[in-house]
């Protein structure tokens, strides 16, 4: 069965640069979710969308933004980067159903971000 | 959620035992709840789900048990593997509202 793609799994940037990461999610699935997990923590929830549209806001710092785009895949924007910003980052994508309940969200395998 | 840093609580048991992973939920509206397994360096994968109408359900090797009464959470898993070894997150959610992890538990499996 298909996965939650991400893109890159890795990545190495410099203080105050920017980073683009890039989620694919499940087929049919109309939800994305990003989260952050510093080592040893769980994953802290950012932002989320819902058919192309901010669903919900989590911890996500003003330096960061993202969307979702009309093929449902998702992008998170950083800018400025910071010591403290590296971590794994995940994708998560589930299905919305009418009666008021979200499905299981699924995890992609998370891009290591490394800022040095 | 609060972070335990890099000293997560940890449950070490013998190859063939059965564990019992607990957890406690902080919303008492929450509706949904799932247990992820998650492999160092790896995205959480899905292990079991349970909603708010059931205070038991089984899959393979293992099962979820829901105290709604005093929020609690399990999950127990029979004949144990090495390949068990994991950290292991149970999260929560309302309706179409984002997932709230709990501390995570890491799980040493011994041969």
């Known amino acids: 069965a298909a996965g939650v793609i991400q893109s890159p799994r890795h990545l190495i940037k410099e203080k105050r640069e920017t980073a683009t990461l890039k989620c694919y999610p499940i087929?049919?699935?109309?939800?994305v979710y990003w989260y952050q997990q510093g080592p040893g923590q769980d994953p802290q929830f950012l932002i989320s969308f819902y058919e192309k549209m901010q669903s919900d806001k989590g911890s996500i710092p003003d330096r960061f933004s993202a969307q979702q785009f009309s093929d449902y895949h998702s992008e998170l924007n950083m800018s400025s980067l910071e010591l403290g910003d590296s971590a794994l980052y995940f994708c998560a994508s589930t299905k919305r159903f009418s009666s008021g309940y979200t499905d299981t969200q699924y995890f992609g395998p998370g891009t290591r971000l490394t800022v040095l | 959620g609060e972070s335990v840093g890099l000293h997560l609580p940890t449950l070490s048991v013998q190859e063939g035992d059965n564990s019992i992973i607990n957890c406690a939920y902080s919303n008492s509206a929450s509706d949904y709840f799932i247990w992820y397994k998650q492999e160092s360096g790896k995205g959480p994968q899905f292990i079991i789900d349970i909603r708010s109408n059931m205070d038991k359900r089984q899959g393979q090797r293992v099962t979820v048990l829901l105290n709604k009464t005093v929020k609690h959470l399990s999950l127990q898993i029979a004949a144990t593997q090495p390949g068990d070894s994991a950290v292991y997150f149970c999260a929560e959610s309302f309706g179409y509202s984002t997932l709230t992890f709990g501390k995570g538990t890491m799980l040493l499996v011994s041969p």
């Open positions: 087929p049919r699935h109309d939800t």
